[in-house]
Protein backbone atom coordinates (compact mmCIF):
# COMPACT_ATOMS: atom_id res chain seq x y z
CA UNK A 1 0.00 0.00 0.00
CA UNK A 2 1.41 3.51 -0.89
CA UNK A 3 1.71 5.49 2.33
CA UNK A 4 -0.30 8.69 1.21
CA UNK A 5 0.04 9.47 5.02
CA UNK A 6 3.74 10.87 3.97
CA UNK A 7 1.66 13.61 2.21
CA UNK A 8 -0.42 15.34 5.18
CA UNK A 9 0.25 18.75 5.61
CA UNK A 10 -0.72 21.38 8.17
CA UNK A 11 -4.15 23.24 7.70
CA UNK A 12 -4.96 24.90 10.77
CA UNK A 13 -4.89 25.42 14.47
CA UNK A 14 -8.01 26.64 16.26
CA UNK A 15 -8.99 27.10 19.38
CA UNK A 16 -13.15 27.47 18.76
CA UNK A 17 -15.27 24.62 17.42
CA UNK A 18 -16.54 27.42 15.04
CA UNK A 19 -13.50 28.01 13.60
CA UNK A 20 -13.19 24.57 12.91
CA UNK A 21 -13.51 24.25 8.44
CA UNK A 22 -16.25 22.60 6.83
CA UNK A 23 -17.93 19.27 8.37
CA UNK A 24 -17.16 17.13 5.52
CA UNK A 25 -14.99 13.43 5.08
CA UNK A 26 -13.60 11.41 8.17
CA UNK A 27 -12.20 13.36 10.92
CA UNK A 28 -10.01 11.71 13.51
CA UNK A 29 -9.72 12.80 16.62
CA UNK A 30 -5.44 12.29 18.38
CA UNK A 31 -6.60 12.90 22.04
CA UNK A 32 -5.01 11.79 25.43
CA UNK A 33 -3.53 13.32 28.42
CA UNK A 34 -0.49 15.68 28.09
CA UNK A 35 2.76 14.17 27.36
CA UNK A 36 0.97 10.67 26.34
CA UNK A 37 2.69 10.86 22.69
CA UNK A 38 -0.12 12.01 20.47
CA UNK A 39 2.47 14.49 18.74
CA UNK A 40 5.23 12.33 18.17
CA UNK A 41 2.46 8.96 16.89
CA UNK A 42 1.74 11.87 14.17
CA UNK A 43 4.96 12.32 13.02
CA UNK A 44 5.53 8.95 12.49
CA UNK A 45 2.06 8.30 11.10
CA UNK A 46 3.22 10.96 8.39
CA UNK A 47 6.73 10.10 8.46
CA UNK A 48 7.44 13.76 9.11
CA UNK A 49 9.43 14.09 11.90
CA UNK A 50 8.70 18.08 11.76
CA UNK A 51 5.40 18.22 11.02
CA UNK A 52 3.77 18.47 14.35
CA UNK A 53 5.64 20.02 17.66
CA UNK A 54 6.77 17.61 20.03
CA UNK A 55 8.50 17.88 23.66
CA UNK A 56 9.59 16.87 27.03
CA UNK A 57 7.62 19.25 28.72
CA UNK A 58 3.77 18.64 29.36
CA UNK A 59 1.44 20.98 27.39
CA UNK A 60 3.51 21.03 24.37
CA UNK A 61 0.26 21.40 21.67
CA UNK A 62 -1.43 24.65 22.81
CA UNK A 63 -4.32 24.35 19.96
CA UNK A 64 -6.12 21.76 18.14
CA UNK A 65 -4.03 21.43 15.03
CA UNK A 66 -5.67 20.03 11.94
CA UNK A 67 -3.60 18.40 9.53
CA UNK A 68 -4.92 16.96 6.35
CA UNK A 69 -3.91 13.55 5.30
CA UNK A 70 -5.61 13.15 1.91
CA UNK A 71 -8.43 14.97 0.55
CA UNK A 72 -10.78 13.15 2.56
CA UNK A 73 -9.19 12.28 5.57
CA UNK A 74 -8.11 14.77 8.81
CA UNK A 75 -6.30 14.12 12.01
CA UNK A 76 -6.77 17.01 14.59
CA UNK A 77 -3.64 16.74 17.44
CA UNK A 78 -5.55 18.19 20.69
CA UNK A 79 -3.73 19.70 23.32
CA UNK A 80 -3.09 16.80 26.13
CA UNK A 81 -5.99 17.11 29.04
CA UNK A 82 -5.07 17.48 32.88
CA UNK A 83 -2.42 19.39 32.42
CA UNK A 84 -2.33 20.67 35.42
CA UNK A 85 -0.23 24.28 34.62
CA UNK A 86 -2.84 24.53 31.62
CA UNK A 87 -5.81 26.14 34.32
CA UNK A 88 -9.05 25.74 35.31
CA UNK A 89 -10.66 27.68 32.62
CA UNK A 90 -8.24 26.27 29.95
CA UNK A 91 -9.77 22.94 30.76
CA UNK A 92 -13.16 24.15 31.06
CA UNK A 93 -13.10 25.31 27.29
CA UNK A 94 -11.89 22.52 26.08
CA UNK A 95 -14.17 20.06 27.52
CA UNK A 96 -16.69 23.11 25.73
CA UNK A 97 -15.13 22.52 23.04
CA UNK A 98 -14.77 18.53 22.97
CA UNK A 99 -18.91 18.21 24.17
CA UNK A 100 -19.74 20.40 20.93
CA UNK A 101 -17.45 18.55 18.68
CA UNK A 102 -18.90 15.27 19.57
CA UNK A 103 -22.73 16.15 19.60
CA UNK A 104 -22.25 18.37 16.36
CA UNK A 105 -19.71 17.10 13.84
CA UNK A 106 -20.58 14.55 11.35
CA UNK A 107 -17.38 13.94 9.91
CA UNK A 108 -15.77 12.53 13.41
CA UNK A 109 -15.01 8.81 11.97
CA UNK A 110 -13.10 7.74 15.16
CA UNK A 111 -11.32 9.18 18.31
CA UNK A 112 -7.59 8.00 18.83
CA UNK A 113 -7.01 7.79 22.98
CA UNK A 114 -3.16 8.22 23.95
CA UNK A 115 -1.97 6.49 26.75
CA UNK A 116 1.64 5.72 27.99
CA UNK A 117 1.55 2.05 28.40
CA UNK A 118 3.52 2.68 31.97
CA UNK A 119 0.31 4.98 33.01
CA UNK A 120 -3.23 3.65 30.79
CA UNK A 121 -6.37 4.21 31.87
CA UNK A 122 -6.36 7.41 34.10
CA UNK A 123 -9.91 8.84 35.16
CA UNK A 124 -9.22 11.80 32.59
CA UNK A 125 -8.65 8.70 29.92
CA UNK A 126 -12.01 6.69 31.69
CA UNK A 127 -14.03 10.00 31.82
CA UNK A 128 -13.11 10.00 27.18
CA UNK A 129 -14.31 6.76 27.31
CA UNK A 130 -17.42 7.26 28.85
CA UNK A 131 -18.23 10.26 26.75
CA UNK A 132 -17.60 8.25 23.27
CA UNK A 133 -20.12 5.70 24.39
CA UNK A 134 -22.36 8.38 25.10
CA UNK A 135 -22.23 9.75 22.06
CA UNK A 136 -22.19 6.33 20.57
CA UNK A 137 -18.28 7.93 18.64
CA UNK A 138 -16.08 4.92 18.06
CA UNK A 139 -12.85 4.39 19.74
CA UNK A 140 -9.05 2.92 19.12
CA UNK A 141 -6.77 2.76 22.31
CA UNK A 142 -3.23 3.17 21.52
CA UNK A 143 -0.68 2.35 23.95
CA UNK A 144 2.14 4.39 23.66
CA UNK A 145 6.22 4.14 24.24
CA UNK A 146 6.63 0.38 24.20
CA UNK A 147 9.94 0.81 23.67
CA UNK A 148 10.04 1.77 27.47
CA UNK A 149 8.82 -1.69 28.63
CA UNK A 150 9.84 -5.28 28.83
CA UNK A 151 7.69 -7.66 26.44
CA UNK A 152 6.43 -8.78 29.34
CA UNK A 153 5.28 -5.78 31.10
CA UNK A 154 3.93 -4.33 27.48
CA UNK A 155 1.81 -7.94 27.68
CA UNK A 156 1.25 -7.13 31.70
CA UNK A 157 -0.48 -3.61 30.52
CA UNK A 158 -2.04 -4.66 27.30
CA UNK A 159 -4.05 -7.57 29.23
CA UNK A 160 -4.90 -5.31 32.23
CA UNK A 161 -6.38 -2.45 28.88
CA UNK A 162 -8.10 -5.32 27.48
CA UNK A 163 -9.86 -6.75 30.55
CA UNK A 164 -11.26 -3.11 31.23
CA UNK A 165 -12.61 -2.10 27.79
CA UNK A 166 -14.71 -3.95 25.37
CA UNK A 167 -14.93 -3.95 21.86
CA UNK A 168 -12.28 -1.19 21.24
CA UNK A 169 -9.42 -1.88 19.00
CA UNK A 170 -6.26 -1.64 21.10
CA UNK A 171 -2.59 -1.04 19.17
CA UNK A 172 1.18 -0.76 20.57
CA UNK A 173 3.09 1.68 19.06
CA UNK A 174 6.81 3.13 20.18
CA UNK A 175 7.05 6.46 17.94
CA UNK A 176 11.13 6.38 18.55
CA UNK A 177 11.04 2.52 17.36
CA UNK A 178 8.71 2.85 14.47
CA UNK A 179 6.88 -0.34 15.89
CA UNK A 180 2.68 -0.68 15.30
CA UNK A 181 2.47 2.48 13.22
CA UNK A 182 1.78 0.57 10.07
CA UNK A 183 -1.27 -1.10 12.15
CA UNK A 184 -2.61 2.03 13.25
CA UNK A 185 -2.46 3.26 9.78
CA UNK A 186 -4.76 0.18 8.49
CA UNK A 187 -6.78 1.07 11.47
CA UNK A 188 -7.61 4.23 10.31
CA UNK A 189 -8.14 3.43 7.09
CA UNK A 190 -10.59 0.81 7.50
CA UNK A 191 -12.49 3.37 10.31
CA UNK A 192 -12.72 5.69 7.11
CA UNK A 193 -14.06 2.69 5.08
CA UNK A 194 -16.98 1.99 6.75
N1 LIG B 1 10.76 6.52 24.42
C1 LIG B 1 9.73 7.08 23.78
N2 LIG B 1 9.43 8.37 23.99
C2 LIG B 1 8.37 8.89 23.33
C3 LIG B 1 7.58 8.12 22.43
N3 LIG B 1 6.59 8.91 21.95
C4 LIG B 1 6.76 10.13 22.51
N4 LIG B 1 7.83 10.13 23.35
C5 LIG B 1 8.34 11.28 24.13
O1 LIG B 1 7.33 11.72 25.03
C6 LIG B 1 7.35 13.15 25.15
C7 LIG B 1 5.96 13.70 24.84
O2 LIG B 1 5.62 13.44 23.49
P1 LIG B 1 4.57 14.33 22.68
O3 LIG B 1 4.36 13.63 21.40
O4 LIG B 1 4.98 15.75 22.64
O5 LIG B 1 3.28 14.19 23.63
P2 LIG B 1 1.84 14.85 23.47
O6 LIG B 1 0.86 13.81 23.89
O7 LIG B 1 1.66 15.43 22.12
O8 LIG B 1 1.90 15.99 24.59
P3 LIG B 1 1.04 17.38 24.67
O9 LIG B 1 1.21 18.10 23.37
O10 LIG B 1 1.64 18.05 25.85
O11 LIG B 1 -0.37 16.97 24.94
C8 LIG B 1 8.43 13.63 24.18
O12 LIG B 1 9.62 13.85 24.93
C9 LIG B 1 8.60 12.48 23.23
O13 LIG B 1 9.89 12.41 22.67
C10 LIG B 1 7.94 6.73 22.22
O14 LIG B 1 7.34 5.98 21.46
N5 LIG B 1 9.02 6.27 22.91
MG1 LIG C 1 1.17 17.33 21.48
Given at each position: MKNFFSETTFLKG???YSS???DEGYEFLLAGRSNAGKSSALNSLTSNSK???TSKMPGRTQEINLFQVN???KLLDLPGYGFSKSGKQKQKDWNKFLQEYFECRRS???VIIFMDIRHPLKTLDMQLIDLCECYQIPFIVVLTKIDKLTK???KQAQDFVEMAINDC???TISSTKNLGIEKLREIILKYADE
Open positions: VIKLPHLAREEILCAHKQPIV
